[in-house]
């Protein structure tokens, strides 16, 4: 089976900078994708990473090792609207995606 | 250009009910996958299709069927709806399919089964 383990919830301050972590189990793995969802929204594709390393977008960036079966989202210069669940999201060899249980992020001001 | 439309946005069933959803994905996209949200909780996989075919199946039952028309639209059907079945349903469209594409979302029907 599949299982991504990330955190349910983390706080932080405007202007900081937060990460969100997670770890996957799954067979035939292609690559992790991260989602951000606003309450009552729909999820919005932020990256995709499918070999090792940093891959950067603005203030966005996120972190793929393969060998350690995880990976995380880095949020620099946290603004308020940054408020929502985020997911992380394993592709596997049968092209389905599949999404941890999301973390909810709260920036306060 | 119109993003990922799905009809209806609210819908409200008795246990027992059919009920079908509809999903229009992004002009040019292939790819419609489905999945159901419960509230707190990531988004499970239902199906994918591409090219009309379908790609990838979830854990689901049987009850649970969708198909992909050839103008790339889709239905998804679910018969004997339960209480459980009370969810977000959101339909996503990519280009192709795997995740390096970037699904893009619409924004959802919300079902409640009574």
């Known amino acids: 089976g599949q299982s991504l383990e990330q955190p349910s919830e983390v706080t932080a301050v405007e202007g900081a900078i937060v990460q969100i972590n997670c770890t996957y189990q799954t067979s035939g793995f292609y690559g992790l994708s991260w989602y951000q969802q606003h309450d009552g929204g729909a999820p919005t594709f932020l990256s995709y990473?499918?070999?090792?390393g940093l891959e950067e977008t603005g203030r966005f960036s996120s972190f793929l090792s393969r060998s350690d079966s995880y990976g995380y989202l880095l949020l620099q210069e946290l603004q308020m609207k940054d408020s929502a669940s985020y997911f992380c999201?394993?592709?596997?060899?049968?092209?389905?995606?599949?999404f941890g249980g999301g973390t909810r992020l709260m920036v306060k001001p | 250009d119109a993003g990922v439309t799905q009809s209806p946005t609210h819908l409200i069933k008795t246990r027992g009910q059919h009920v079908t959803l509809r999903c229009s994905p992004i002009?040019?996209?292939?790819?419609v996958s489905w999945y159901q949200q419960v509230l707190g909780q990531g988004p499970q996989f239902i199906f994918q299709?591409?090219?009309?075919?379908?790609?990838g199946r979830g854990n689901f039952p049987d009850r649970f069927s969708a198909r992909q028309f050839p103008n790339y639209s889709s239905e998804l059907n679910v018969n004997a709806l339960l209480l459980g079945d009370s969810a977000l349903y959101l339909c996503?469209?990519?280009?192709?399919?795997?995740?390096?594409?970037?699904?893009?979302f619409g924004s959802g029907t919300r079902l409640t089964v009574v």
């Open positions: 996503a469209s990519s280009l192709g399919y795997g995740g390096n594409y970037g699904y893009t």
């Open positions: 999201a394993v592709t596997n060899a049968g092209n389905m995606l599949t």
């Open positions: 299709y591409y090219e009309k075919e379908e790609r």
């Open positions: 990473n499918a070999l090792d």
């Open positions: 002009s040019g996209h292939k790819s």
